[in-house]
């Protein structure tokens, strides 16, 4: 900046900064608004909703994570069935946590025994008639 040696100079140089000032007045108005409007609840809801549709992996993970607490599940009912035994409970509740991790670890392997498993049986049949 140079140094301001009249006035004139000194009124040029105010109404340089002022203008300057109201410019970025405005820029950071506009600014704020936009983050406002960015981070309302209804925005973020939407986002977070776009993000969710837009995973190619969500429905796997989901149906992988429900398979195995379901198997897990199904397995504790059959282990304990009715019995009050302590001890037959606390097996029960261990293998379901273990068979629950074994199948939303493994969709993939789980998923191909299965469908071998259901050829295997549909060909047998196709094979006796």
Sequence with gaps: MQNITSVAELKNAIQVLELDQTVKGQLLKEQLLLTYDNYRPINIIRRALKDLGSSPNLIDNILSTTIGLGTGFLTK?????????????????????????????????????????????????????
């Design 77 to 129: 009912k059959i282990v304990v069935g009715s019995s009050h035994n302590i001890f037959r409970s606390l097996l029960g509740s261990i293998m379901q946590l273990s068979i629950t991790n074994l199948v939303a670890r493994n969709p993939d392997a789980l998923k191909s025994i299965g469908l071998f498993i259901f050829q295997h049986i549909f060909n047998k049949k196709e094979m006796n008639t």
